[in-house]
């Protein structure tokens, strides 16, 4: 069984900076693409950001410039750096790893971190 637990949301003001991190954890062969999406009130789960095994990243147009992905091969993390937060990045966050575990392909979610973006 694949576990992802994300950690580093919290309170932070629009101007300002948070770090999301993911550990993923369990019987896992391989991860390949990790990422974030985000979840803001009301709304349906959207993308924010992906990163393969070698590297390759892509954002969403609205975090572009402002976001940053970024994952850590040997400790199975993955980290999203938000800059410039504005209160519509208001969401609760989630990781995501797609891989082979010993059971197969899995694709995981983690249980998710509020973000809270004050004007």
């Known amino acids: 069984q694949v576990r992802l637990v994300e950690s580093g949301g919290g309170l932070g003001q629009a101007g300002g900076s948070l770090r999301l991190s993911c550990a993923a954890s369990?019987?896992?062969?391989?991860?390949?693409?990790m990422g974030w999406y985000r979840q803001p009130p009301g709304n349906q789960r959207e993308l924010v950001a992906t990163i393969t095994s070698g590297g390759s990243t892509h954002s969403a147009d609205s975090v572009k410039g402002r976001f940053t992905i970024s994952r850590d091969n040997a400790k199975n993390t993955v980290y999203l750096q938000m800059n410039s937060l504005k209160p519509e990045d208001t969401a609760v966050y989630y990781c995501?790893?797609?891989?082979?575990?010993?059971?197969?392909?899995?694709?995981?979610w983690g249980q998710g971190t509020q973000v809270t973006v004050s004007s």
């Open positions: 995501n790893g797609q891989g082979v575990s010993p059971r197969g392909k899995y694709d995981a």
């Open positions: 369990g019987s896992l062969f391989s991860i390949n693409a």
